[in-house]
């Protein structure tokens, strides 16, 4: 591989890693705006030097931020781009924007208004993707005023009462629609409030001065699993018992981060609910790989900076947590080697420094098919520790890699520019959800020089194809 090749592989996994892996916001070891500042030169950096395998990574499992952010440049940059090229991003785009959260789309739209992106391509892209929601009537209230801004800016044709709701709502005397009826009955009448979508309803219950364990208990009904997941504490500080959560349905990760937000004397308690809970969502995410990894060791970092940020409080011990379950379902044979806990993992609280060297010994001794390391890298107990010690098992223990070692990292290094690396000889790629694990370790491959650039570029064509196969067959 020429040196050109692979400096654009690096640079093209490392773009991938970092949007995996980075949401933007406060890290244990870095800001929010150093976060930003970082990935907003990364995307500038991919986008004009691989315009083509940027818009590829639309096919990948990076975050919805940076989804978001790729769709916004690649709209912003049409003039840079062929017309096979904008062929080709259009379905890419179209196809993303359909799996990203609502919210998430009309913050790009709105992003794509202050650029002053308003031709034709982009309109039509704003039409047909608000057209294709289920519910216009939802969308006028639960996101009225970026609906209202795409609206002009597209200059698109909507439904009567819903264009009624976005510019003259006070003007009707009553809707036809029940949504937009109850939510406009809902800023005079506290009844009301309870046909509402919550997010809706809790900003005209604070207006309304309602108690909010009185709030809760009446909305109760209309929240979905993701909300009353998110609102469980909140719940249970105000005694709102209506408030429950079926955790058989919780995603892998998301449950984790629960879990990890419990006390440990309620985690106890409640032991048996949480471990089948896991057990099961680990099930859910591994599918048809289920007992096919073999033997398999996980070196799990629970260190103090696992603890993460007070805007991701827990996320790095929680992805660990989530990894645990999800390779004790992937594994014939599986032990999980924690830094500094021992016993029952639910119980794992972060503590104390990173003493990876320590730990991956231990879990070498066992010469496992895969070793699997969950850390955001920072090896300080001493430094170096784990890449001396991974650097004489591949070149003097294991030189035929009978056991393949792969480095999953929650976090993004804001100053490098990519996730902290151990060793130059292991595989390091981003990770913020436990389920992409096995999809992640497939791309791992490209990060140590093991696979050329001709090969990368086969493997993102071939997800963009099974993507928008995928999205295309979808209902």
């Keep these: 591989?020429?040196?050109?090749?692979?400096?654009?592989?690096?640079?093209?996994?490392?773009?991938?890693?970092?949007?995996?892996?980075?949401?933007?916001?406060r890290e244990f070891r870095s800001t929010a705006a150093e976060q930003r500042l970082s990935l907003d030169f990364l995307h500038e950096y991919v986008l004009g030097n691989y315009r083509d395998l940027y818009t590829a990574t639309l096919a990948l499992d990076i975050n919805?931020?940076?989804?978001?952010?790729?769709?916004?440049?690649?709209?912003?940059?049409?003039?840079?781009?062929?017309?096979?090229?904008?062929?080709?991003?259009?379905?890419?785009?179209?196809?993303?924007?359909?799996?990203?959260?609502?919210?998430?789309?009309?913050?790009?739209?709105?992003?794509?208004?202050?650029?002053?992106?308003?031709?034709?391509?982009?309109?039509?892209?704003?039409?047909?993707?608000?057209?294709?929601?289920?519910?216009?009537?939802?969308?006028?209230?639960?996101?009225?005023?970026?609906?209202?801004?795409?609206?002009r800016h597209a200059h698109l044709a909507l439904p009567a009462e819903v264009g009624t709701v976005l510019f003259d709502w006070r003007r009707p005397k009553r809707y036809d629609t029940p949504l937009l009826e109850s939510w406009r009955r809902a800023h005079y009448e506290q009844r009301a409030l309870?046909?509402?979508?919550?997010?809706?309803?809790?900003?005209?219950?604070?207006?309304?001065?309602?108690?909010?364990?009185?709030?809760?208990?009446?909305?109760?009904?209309?929240?979905?699993?993701?909300?009353?997941?998110?609102?469980?504490?909140?719940?249970?500080?105000?005694?709102?018992?209506?408030?429950?959560?079926?955790?058989?349905?919780?995603?892998?990760?998301?449950?984790?981060?629960?879990?990890?937000?419990?006390?440990?004397?309620?985690?106890?308690?409640?032991?048996?609910?949480?471990?089948?809970?896991?057990?099961?969502?680990?099930?859910?995410?591994?599918?048809?790989?289920?007992?096919?990894?073999?033997?398999?060791v996980a070196v799990l970092d629970d260190s103090y900076s696992a603890a993460g940020s007070g805007t991701k409080r827990r996320r790095p011990l929680a992805v660990a947590l989530a990894t645990h379950y999800l390779l004790e379902v992937l594994a014939t044979e599986y032990a999980g080697l924690w830094l500094t806990h021992r016993g029952d993992p639910l119980l794992v609280h972060p503590l104390g420094a990173t003493n990876l060297g320590e730990r991956l010994l231990d879990g070498l001794e066992r010469r496992p098919e895969r070793l699997v390391i969950v850390s955001d890298g920072w090896d300080n107990a001493p430094p170096g520790a784990a890449a001396e010690v991974l650097r004489v098992w591949a070149t003097r223990l294991d030189p035929h890699r009978a056991t393949d070692v792969v480095h999953l990292n929650p976090v993004y290094d804001a100053d490098t520019f990519d996730v902290r690396r151990l060793a130059p000889t292991v595989a390091t790629v981003g990770i913020r959800d436990a389920e992409d694990a096995p999809a992640l370790i497939e791309l791992a491959r490209f990060a140590t020089g093991q696979a050329n650039f001709a090969e990368l570029r086969r493997h993102l064509a071939d997800r963009v194809e099974r993507f928008l196969v995928a999205s295309e067959v979808a209902p």
Aim: some cysteine; overall charge positive; hydrophobic content about 45%.
């Design 64 to 151: 919805d931020r940076n989804a978001a952010m790729v769709v916004t440049n690649l709209l912003r940059t049409a003039r840079s781009a062929t017309a096979g090229q904008r062929a080709v991003e259009g379905r890419l785009i179209a196809a993303r924007l359909r799996t990203l959260p609502p919210q998430r789309v009309y913050a790009a739209f709105r992003d794509l208004r202050r650029h002053g992106v308003n031709n034709r391509r982009t309109r039509a892209i704003m039409r047909d993707w608000v057209n294709a929601r289920p519910d216009p009537a939802f969308d006028a209230v639960k996101y009225r005023r970026s609906l209202s801004v795409v609206a």
């Design 194 to 296: 309870y046909d509402l979508p919550y997010t809706v309803a809790e900003g005209l219950a604070a207006r309304h001065g309602i108690d909010r364990r009185r709030f809760l208990t009446g909305i109760a009904p209309k929240l979905t699993d993701t909300e009353r997941l998110r609102l469980q504490a909140s719940a249970e500080r105000h005694r709102a018992d209506a408030v429950t959560m079926d955790l058989a349905t919780a995603p892998l990760t998301r449950l984790a981060t629960y879990v990890l937000s419990l006390s440990r004397p309620e985690r106890v308690r409640r032991r048996d609910e949480l471990t089948d809970a896991l057990r099961a969502a680990a099930r859910r995410a591994a599918r048809r790989q289920a007992g096919t990894w073999g033997r398999v």
């Design 1 to 25: 591989m020429s040196q050109a090749d692979r400096v654009a592989c690096e640079d093209v996994v490392m773009f991938v890693n970092a949007a995996i892996a980075s949401t933007g916001q």
